[in-house]
């Protein structure tokens, strides 16, 4: 174990909190973890919860999911539990399923000499592999923050504690372990994630923690667009959104990772800005509310004001407003995989509700009934809604679909004759 790189800033010997000395009970914690933690103890394994589980019980919240720290080897968890699965290249990693839950098991790891040929790092640091099985004690090094490298054994249900971690959760502070420069070049996604934590628990970064963020941000570029896609869905889905952005945009990450809102013209930034903003805490609101969420939709507003600069031009030079949307929306969405690998379903998502956008205008009585079906037409309502106000999209209009949605027939013929007596007063 490369130990001058980490023990360092850790203490060797733990701290352990004995089941009188914490909040953790057994009744917090998922039948299908507790299977599995039990599971692995009979037959003869070390068996924790580790991760955010622990860390969310420690601060009395409702973990998001159990992860399972074991000394059993993949395959042995796959040959303990019928209902599992290895999966992962990088990590290795079993998962067990019971009905919707999965239940995700790790076999302890040690950290890497960074001499060695085969270590699976980078030139830059980065670490490619991450294979080398360990123990609990070697495990605790390679995890990222202090707050979740905490064990709760099943042996005795005591928390194990090598690094701070609880006081660190006392403190409400997010805190990498080791050398915070090492363990960034080792996996720049702890940038983040660092982010996401203090966004969820309104936590404070430590100074050396974030200090070197911004120059190490250009790192991320390393990073293959389809992980820093799973991390967004994680940032933006989790009910902080709007933290999350505060967050990332004052250390330029948002930049990084949504590239074209950085070429925003002056004139629209404080649109662009309060458009944004009132999406964030919109999706926020609707989490808090066990209400859906489409990703798309937030994308679809990260990008509407770069997409527009570029539609802008196009009918500049002379391009049919049809055209102009399709080939600004092609452009930025190009662009845009280029850091994070949206999938297809999405960025369909995103095109239809920009195109729908010009189709509210169009009352006729047809075209109103038929919008109304487009399967996209909720989505792009909201949208439409959200840009009411401070994009010059008239409140009369959205207040008019409102409206019109829920009417019976009557009062939807009423409505469409409002339209037209509106359209020909406006002719004379
Ligand atoms: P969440 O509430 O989002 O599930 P979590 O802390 O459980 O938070 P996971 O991504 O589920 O996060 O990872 C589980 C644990 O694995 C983490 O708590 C951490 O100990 C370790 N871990 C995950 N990703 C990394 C990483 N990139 N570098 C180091 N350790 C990591
Ligand atoms: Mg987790």
């Keep these: 174990m490369n130990s001058s790189l980490h023990v360092s800033d850790g203490l060797k010997q733990p701290i352990v909190y004995s089941r009188k000395d914490h909040i953790i009970s057994r009744k917090q914690i998922s039948n299908a973890a507790l299977r599995v933690l039990y599971g692995l103890n009979d037959n003869g394994y070390r068996a924790c919860l580790v991760g955010g589980g622990v860390r969310d019980l420690l601060l009395g919240r409702a973990p998001k999911d159990f992860d399972i720290a074991t000394d059993a080897r993949p395959e042995k968890i796959r040959e303990i539990f019928k209902n599992s699965r290895l999966i992962g290249r990088r990590f290795r990693l079993a998962h067990v399923r019971f ?9 302890f790891r040690s950290s890497h000499e960074i001499s060695s040929p085969d270590a699976g790092i980078s030139q830059q640091g980065q670490i490619l592999r991450d294979n080398v099985y360990g123990t609990l004690e070697e495990d605790v090094w ?45 996996d720049p996604v702890r940038m983040l994630r660092a982010i996401r934590f203090a966004a969820k628990l309104g936590f404070n970064i430590t100074r050396s923690t974030m200090s070197p963020i911004p120059s190490l941000i250009h790192l991320l570029n390393e990073i293959s667009p389809a992980r ?16 999350v952005y505060e967050r990332l945009f004052e250390v330029g990450l948002f930049t990084l990772l949504y590239p074209s809102t950085g070429r925003i013209q002056n004139s629209e930034l404080d649109y662009h800005n309060k458009f944004v903003r009132k999406a964030l805490l919109n999706t926020d609101h609707r989490i808090l509310h066990d209400k859906s969420v489409n990703p798309a939709f937030l994308i679809s507003v990260f990008l509407w004001y770069p997409m527009k600069t570029i539609y802008s031009a196009e009918i500049h030079r002379g391009k049919n407003r049809k055209d102009a949307l399709r080939i600004a929306s092609e452009k930025i969405l190009r662009e845009q995989a280029r850091v994070l690998a949206i999938p297809r379903r999405f960025t369909q998502t995103v095109r239809d509700i920009w195109e729908l956008q010009a189709r509210f205008s169009n009352r006729s009585p047809k075209r109103a009934a038929r919008l109304l079906e487009v399967p996209k037409f909720r989505a792009a309502y909201d949208f439409l809604a959200l840009r009411a106000g401070d994009d010059r999209a008239s409140l009369k209009l959205v207040d008019w679909w409102t409206r019109f949605q829920s009417a019976d027939s009557e009062e939807r013929k009423r409505l469409l004759q409002e339209v037209k007596h509106t359209e020909m007063r406006r002719k004379k």
């Design 142 to 186: 390679r995890r990222d923050f202090t707050i979740n490298a905490l064990y709760y054994d099943i042996r005795d249900f005591s928390v194990i504690d090598y690094v701070g971690g609880v006081g660190d959760l006392r403190q409400g502070v997010i805190k990498l372990i080791g050398k915070p420069v090492v363990r960034y070049r080792e």
């Design 228 to 243: 820093l896609f799973d991390e967004t869905m994680k940032l933006f889905n989790a009910g902080h959104a709007l933290a």
């Design 99 to 107: 009905g919707r839950e999965l239940i995700e098991v790790a076999t």
